[in-house]
């Protein structure tokens, strides 16, 4: 269990730290900056209509989203959402994506469109800003083809299940989505918190990660799958380990299949299992594991996302692009709040979020039970529990947010002397 935990909070990492080089990549390029207003633009036209009392019937009225209806307060709150999973990826450097979804269901977002949506900010996000030409030398062609070939049946059967799960009842639909979601965030969550309160107790070094660089030894299950010699067999780690590693094909696609599946069940782009399944079960070493989980990630995260959802209705453009927006304003401003604020206490914000993410899914369920007939309570009470759950979130995530930005606006004179220090020590060198 805490080597998969381990596993899980170093694919978070490794994907906190893609998402900060593409918000700095889009943010310091003239050119992606104004394809970011194009983009934009059409998300301006239907809040400047409201303002003006009249909600045109194109994109981001009501008669564009048959599964929902758009209102500009679940807009406005998809901005915030983005800001907040900014905030705790640039800030904790990890699980920024892990409330995304749960927070746009919150909002009213039904689970397949909060799905879909979270899977096309991320591939929107990774076309504008990614620089995947820096990780070539990370990535090994054999590993990520059969990889990705598992990944794309993956993706295309966790979309048949989320769409078929939906026609048959939105309902089931949500409960399926919060399910699994109270199952992931719970076991983080509370991991990180046990794990906080361990690291508080023995004074180790705040911001020391568990699982940072990977080893180079194998589990007992990574030798075991590397033992079994069906072809193709992939050499792989040849710098690494004399002679190389060996391990199937058929294993590696199996293993993107069931992340690809995952993925586009909760749309959080796959690369929480990557690690996890290349470290753990294949024997990857963590440095080729980080240029494919990247690669994956944006072929998972399109393909799912036009192929799977865009093309059947389920992604909310509006909420999508407002997403990108606040999550690249929330990272720039978590990244430098990390220079003023103790290790220890991202740890506890980071167990803090994931568990109100855990929270608000948990108290979800009731409502989608007594909506099934499958628990006998009022409706009434199980939308209060609901209710609650929400409100026990956001302000959970509101707080640590306030706090972020206060912590900044605070501490902006002790920036500027680092940056200054950090510009001189530059100009002596």
């Not at 399910?179 to 911001?207: Q, R, W």
């Not at 927006?325 to 803090?352: D, E, H, M, N």
């Not at 855990?358 to 009731?366: I, Q, S, T």
Request: proline share 4%.
């Amino acid at each position: 269990m805490r080597a998969l935990y381990n596993s899980l909070m170093e694919a978070s990492r490794a994907h906190a730290r893609w998402e900060m080089e593409v918000s700095n990549t889009i943010l310091k390029d003239r050119k992606k900056l104004l394809i970011l207003l194009a983009l934009f633009l059409p998300v301006l036209i239907p809040a400047i209509a409201h303002a003006a009392g009249v909600l045109p019937d194109f994109i981001g009225s009501k008669s564009s989203y048959g599964p929902t209806f758009y209102t500009p307060g679940i807009f406005y709150g998809s901005m915030a959402v983005g800001v907040i999973a900014g905030l705790i990826t640039g800030c904790i450097g990890a699980g920024g994506g892990f409330v995304i979804t749960p927070a746009l269901m919150s909002l009213g977002v039904k689970g397949i469109l909060a799905v879909g949506t979270d899977m096309f900010h991320i591939f929107a996000k990774a076309i504008m800003g990614t620089t995947i030409h820096k990780k070539l030398g990370n990535v090994h062609v054999g590993l990520a083809i059969a990889f990705l070939v598992g990944s794309g049946l993956g993706v295309t059967g966790g979309g048949i299940v989320n769409r078929e799960l939906f026609n048959y009842s939105p309902v089931l639909s949500n409960l399926v989505i919060s399910s699994v979601y109270v199952i992931m965030l719970g076991f983080l969550g509370f991991y990180a918190l046990y794990d906080y309160i361990k690291a508080s107790k023995s004074k180790a070094p705040a911001n020391q990660g568990d699982a940072h660089g990977g080893s180079t030894g194998l589990t007992n299950l990574a030798v075991k799958v590397q033992s079994v010699n069906i072809p193709p067999m992939i050499t792989f780690d040849n710098d690494i380990t004399p002679g190389g590693r060996k391990v199937s094909g058929v294993f590696v696609a199996i293993c993107g299949a069931v992340v690809g599946f995952m993925a586009a069940i909760l749309g959080v782009g796959g690369g929480f299992l990557t690690f996890p399944a290349f470290v753990y079960i294949l024997g990857v070493s963590s440095f080729t594991t980080v240029g494919t989980d990247i690669l994956q990630i944006i072929f998972t995260a399109g393909y799912g996302s036009i192929a799977q959802y865009a093309v059947y209705g389920y992604v909310f453009y509006t909420l999508a692009i407002g997403m990108l927006v606040g999550s690249l304003l929330g990272i720039q401003l978590g990244a430098v709040t990390t220079k003023v604020v103790p290790g220890i206490k991202i740890r506890a914000f980071y167990a803090l979020a994931i568990l109100a993410g855990f929270v608000n899914r948990l108290f979800a369920l009731p409502d989608s039970l007594q909506q099934m007939n499958y628990i006998s309570m009022a409706p009434e009470t199980s939308k209060l529990i609901a209710n609650i759950g929400t409100v026990i979130f956001f302000a959970i995530v509101g707080i640590f947010a306030a706090w972020i930005i206060i912590t900044f606006i605070t501490n902006i004179p002790l920036l500027r002397a680092q940056s200054a220090g950090t510009a001189e020590e530059g100009v002596r060198h």
